[in-house]
């Protein structure tokens, strides 16, 4: 059982180019999720999934765009790469518990450096 | 708006040091309360889930409690190996059936042998 698995793990990007984050987890899950973590900062949401074919807005967008076409796989693209897009990137899933309150289970992250 | 805060933002131990790490919070409509632990260049690692005031959960050294307003992870007889950045994250009601989590910028904690 990997759980969340991201790739790349680093990734340095000119302004203006384009990339795909990849992210899959193998548990089933039907919530996940992409969060950006800066310095000072804690995780904002970027995008969030609760199941296939079903994403949504999470608090900083803009800039970025998400698909959900299995379980398993909940990629993260960046358009027009800018400097402000400079962070660690983290996906995380987590199951649909009973109770409405469920934990995250996070991927090692991706290091994004955009100049 | 939901907000969390956590102190102290870094805490330096002795090994063997018992400590608590605080964190403060106001959600509308608390649907449970997180604490991670996120070790350097890694993502956050679940640690435990606590849903209401006066709930207790407990992991080796580490135990956290809740109060309608904070939420504590003590620490005791920390090992070097209790070295990493612990997150605490709130998720409330949102709207559309989204339950919007809100997470703190952590507690830096570093034990030394």
């Known amino acids: 059982n990997a759980g969340v698995t991201q790739t790349p793990k680093f990734r340095i990007l000119k302004i203006g180019q384009s990339m795909t984050l990849q992210c899959a987890q193998d548990?089933?899950?039907?919530?996940m999720y992409w969060y950006r973590q800066d310095p000072g900062m804690g995780l904002k949401l970027i995008y969030y999934s609760v199941g296939a074919g079903i994403t949504d807005k999470g608090e900083v967008p803009n800039g970025y765009n998400v698909s959900r076409s299995t379980t398993e796989d909940f990629p993260l693209r960046l358009e027009l790469a800018a400097p402000s897009q400079t962070s660690v990137y983290f996906c995380?899933?987590?199951?649909?518990?009973?109770?409405?309150?469920?934990?995250?289970?996070f991927g090692p992250g991706t290091r994004l450096t955009v100049t | 708006e939901d907000q969390v805060t956590q102190s102290p933002e870094a805490l330096r131990l002795q090994e063997g040091e018992s400590s608590s790490l605080n964190c403060s919070y106001t959600v509308s409509g608390l649907r449970g309360l997180f604490w991670y632990r996120q070790d350097p260049g890694k993502g956050p690692e679940f640690l435990f889930t606590l849903y209401s005031a006066g709930e207790e959960k407990e992991k080796e050294r580490l135990k956290a409690t809740l109060t309608k307003k904070e939420s504590f992870l003590h620490i005791t007889a920390p090992k070097p190996e209790d070295s990493a950045t612990y997150l605490c994250?709130?998720?409330?009601?949102?709207?559309?059936?989204?339950?919007?989590?809100?997470f703190g910028i952590g507690t830096k904690l570093q034990v030394i042998p």
């Open positions: 995380a899933s987590s199951p649909l518990g009973l109770a409405g309150t469920y934990e995250q289970y």
């Open positions: 994250a709130v998720r409330s009601r949102g709207s559309g059936g989204y339950q919007k989590v809100t």
């Open positions: 548990m089933n899950h039907n919530y």
